[in-house]
C-alpha cells in the first residue's frame, strides 16, 4: 500500500506500509487544550461513549475513563456554570445607583455576562450529539472511510499548535488573575472602588472577597480559553486544506495538461472537510457571535472611559487592559477564523488551471461539482450565521472602531 504524505520538503511517497493504519483520535491529540478546560470547568467529554477508529494499540490497552468520573466531571462543569451565572446576577442586581464608580460596575458585569455565555455555549456543544461528538466522530471517519483508503491518500493531523496555543492561554488566564489580585489586595488608591464593584450588593467581608477570587480563576479561563479552542481548531482545519491545495496542485502538474484521474478522491476529501467546518461551526458560530458583541462593547466602552474618564493613572491603566483585551481577543479569533475561509478557498486557483485534454462527460461533471462548491455559498465559521468571518470583515471592524475613537476625541477637543 502506497501512502501519499504532506512532509517538510513537498510531498512525498512512502511503501512498506501496512495494510492497517492506526490513527490517533483526535481528542488525544488536543488532549492539552481539552484537560485545561475541564481544571477550568467549561469543558467534559461528551456524554455518548468514545468512537474510536481504529485505535493503536497502546491506546487500545488503556481503559477507558470510569462512567463514575465521567459524571463527576460533567457534575463540576454544571457546578461552576451555576456559579458563574449566579456572580452575574449578584453583580447585575447592585449594578445601581448611579454614581461614579458606575462605568466600573458596567464593565465588570458585561465581562462576567460574557464569561458565563462562553462557558454556557461550550457545555451545551459538549452536551448536544450533533455538536462537538459530531464533528470528533466525522472527523475520525476521515482516515478510515472507503474513500480515503481506496485513494490513498493520508493528511497527517497537524497539532503542532496545541502545545503553545494550551500554555499561551494559561499564561493569558494569570496575568488576568494577577491584575486583579493587585487590584484588590495592593493598597492602591482605587483599590477601594474594585473591592465593592467586586463584592456588591454584599458587604466587601474578606470572605466575599476570597469568593470573588476563586470564582475570577474559572471567570478567566472562560474568557481566554475559547478564543484559543476556536484558534486551534481553525489551525488544524486550516492545515488540511493546505495539505489538500498542494497534492491537488502535483497533481495537476503531473497530468501536464490532461484531466487528473485523481480529482473525484480530491474532490471527496474537499467536500468532507467541508462538512467538517459546517458541523463545527454550529458551536463556534455562537461563541463567535458573544465575542464579537461583548468584545466590541467592551473596547467601545474602556475607550469613552479612557477619553472623557477619570485621569487618575490607576483608571487608565485598568481601562487600557480592558481596551487591549478586548481587542486582542477579536483579532486572534476573527484572523484564525479568517484562515479557515482563505484556505477552503485557496484551491480555486488549481481548479481554473486543470487541463481538459480528452476529457469525459463524468469528468467534466466531477470538475464542475467541485468548482460549484468552491464558488457557492463561502466556507469558514460564521458569527451567529449572519456572515462569514473573513479579513475584510476585521477590516471594517476595525475601521468602525477607529472611526468611533476619533469622533470621541473630535467632542473632547469640542
Same mark, same amino acid.
Given at each position: 500500500?502506497?501512502?501519499?504524505? %504532506?512532509?517538510?520538503?513537498? *510531498? ?29 470547568? %467549561? ?27 465521567? #459524571? ?9 456554570? /451555576? ?12 449594578? &445601581? ?9 458596567? %464593565? ?26 459530531? &464533528? ?28 503553545? =496555543? ?8 494569570? *496575568?488576568?488573575?494577577?491584575? *486583579? ?23 466587601? #467581608? ?118 487591549? =483585551? ?37 469528468? /467534466? ?50
Amino acid at each position: 500500500m502506497e501512502v501519499e504524505t %504532506i512532509t517538510k520538503s513537498g *510531498v512525498g511517497i512512502h511503501r512498506n506500509q501496512t495494510k492497517k493504519t492506526h490513527f490517533p483520535s483526535i481528542e488525544d491529540k488536543l488532549k492539552p487544550l481539552l484537560v485545561s478546560m475541564k481544571i477550568l470547568g %467549561i469543558y467534559f467529554d461528551p456524554t455518548q461513549a468514545k468512537n474510536k477508529v481504529e485505535p493503536s494499540e497502546t491506546y487500545a490497552s488503556k481503559a477507558n475513563p470510569p462512567g463514575w468520573w465521567r #459524571s463527576v466531571n460533567r457534575l463540576y462543569c454544571y457546578t461552576v456554570l /451555576l456559579l458563574l451565572w449566579f456572580n452575574f446576577g449578584r453583580c447585575a442586581v447592585g449594578l &445601581f445607583p448611579h454614581d461614579g464608580s458606575l462605568p466600573l460596575r458596567i %464593565i465588570t458585569t458585561s465581562w462576567m455576562l460574557h464569561c458565563a455565555l462562553n462557558a454556557t455555549i461550550i457545555i451545551a456543544a459538549c452536551q448536544k450529539f450533533t455538536h462537538l461528538r459530531s &464533528f470528533y466522530k466525522h472527523w475520525d471517519s476521515l482516515y478510515s472511510s472507503k474513500g480515503s483508503m481506496a485513494s490513498g491518500y493520508i493528511f497527517p493531523l497537524q497539532c503542532q499548535c496545541v502545545r503553545p =496555543g494550551s500554555a499561551a492561554g494559561w499564561l493569558l488566564t494569570l *496575568v488576568n488573575i494577577a491584575a *486583579v489580585y493587585v487590584l484588590l489586595f495592593g493598597d492602591l488608591p482605587v483599590s477601594p472602588a474594585y473591592i465593592q464593584a467586586l463584592t456588591r450588593p454584599f458587604p466587601a #467581608s474578606a470572605w466575599m472577597i476570597i469568593f470573588n477570587m476563586v470564582l475570577h480563576v474559572f471567570q478567566s479561563g472562560a474568557w481566554i480559553f475559547p478564543v484559543v479552542f476556536i484558534a486551534i481548531f481553525a489551525r488544524i482545519l486550516r492545515g488540511q486544506f493546505i495539505q489538500l491545495g498542494k497534492i491537488l496542485s502535483k497533481k495537476i502538474d503531473e497530468a501536464d495538461g490532461h484531466f487528473p484521474c485523481q480529482l473525484p478522491e480530491l474532490r471527496f476529501h474537499y467536500t468532507q472537510l467541508c462538512q467538517a467546518v459546517d458541523i463545527v461551526n454550529r458551536s463556534f458560530k455562537w461563541l463567535l457571535g458573544v465575542r464579537v458583541i461583548f468584545d466590541m462593547f467592551l473596547a467601545c466602552f474602556a475607550a469613552y472611559q479612557i477619553i472623557n474618564g477619570s485621569s487618575d493613572t490607576f483608571v487608565i491603566a485598568v481601562d487600557v487592559f480592558w481596551l487591549g =483585551g478586548g481587542v486582542l481577543c477579536i483579532i486572534v479569533s476573527a484572523l484564525c477564523s479568517s484562515d479557515v475561509h482563505d484556505a477552503a478557498h485557496s484551491l480555486l486557483d488549481d481548479i481554473f488551471s486543470i487541463g481538459t485534454q480528452n476529457v469525459t462527460v463524468e469528468q /467534466l461533471a466531477q470538475l464542475n461539482l467541485f468548482l460549484a462548491k468552491m464558488t457557492g455559498t463561502s466556507i469558514g465559521f460564521t458569527a451567529i450565521d449572519f456572515f462569514v468571518i473573513t479579513k475584510e470583515f476585521l477590516l471594517t471592524l476595525g475601521g468602525l472602531f477607529m472611526t468611533y475613537f476619533f469622533l470621541l476625541l473630535q467632542f473632547k477637543i469640542a
